[in-house]
């Protein structure tokens, strides 16, 4: 076998485990969003947990008061800033709702309502929700990080997709999967989008 076809075959060969990785990421993905929102739903604490990559944890976004906030945690233990027990995904909604691709529904905080139902993600879009959070508060609140938790906080973000899962009725469930070591993780729970105190 001459050095052209031996290079040719390693291409092909490359390019075949590429296109097989790739659905296999997909369904990985689609099977970790779900089984995370039948935890949620069960009010699963320790499948939640289950879920959170040990050496980054996770981030809750949420609002204490007029400026948003976040919290880094290893585990959630189901108290706030997430209150597990406050959360509504009926188990009718799993079954009715299939995750689909495309733009991300909107909240309206005016009437409490979605601007379309569903469990969507929007795969093309890159989302920075706490690097936002800590530029706002660096300005006006003097807020500091130190170098490690922006390298964590930009690489979680860097390698995170956003799923919105509005349900039938309620606030939905607003969540972040991070892509790490070939398994997905869950990387941030928003709770700022639906919260219209401020």
């Known amino acids: 076998m001459t050095a052209k076809k031996i290079v040719a075959l390693l291409i092909f060969c490359f390019s075949l485990s590429l296109a097989q990785a790739q659905p296999d990421k997909e369904a990985a993905f689609k099977k970790s969003c779900t089984k995370l929102l039948q935890a949620v739903s069960q009010k699963n604490l320790i499948l939640i947990n289950s879920l959170i990559q040990s050496e980054y944890g996770m981030y809750i976004l949420y609002r204490p008061g007029a400026m948003d906030s976040y919290q880094h ?11 597990l027990a406050n959360q509504t995904i009926a188990k009718t ?22 601007n379309k139902k569903g469990y969507l993600i929007d795969s093309l ?25 922006d390298i964590r906080i930009h690489f979680m973000e860097d390698n995170s997709r956003k799923i919105v899962f509005t349900g039938s ?13 070939g398994q997905w993780y869950l990387s941030m729970i928003d709770l ?6 401020a």
């Open 73 to 83: 945690v290893e585990k959630l233990d189901g108290n706030y800033p997430f209150i």
């Open 93 to 114: 909604d799993l079954k009715k709702f299939t995750l689909k691709y495309g733009t991300l529904p909107k909240y309206n905080c005016e009437r409490f309502v979605w």
């Open 125 to 149: 879009k890159h989302f920075s929700p706490i690097s936002e959070i800590v530029a706002f508060r660096i300005k006006y609140d003097q807020l500091m990080i130190g170098k490690t938790e």
């Open 169 to 181: 009725k309620g606030n939905g469930f607003i969540f972040y999967m991070m892509y790490m070591n």
């Open 192 to 197: 700022v989008t639906t919260d219209c105190s």
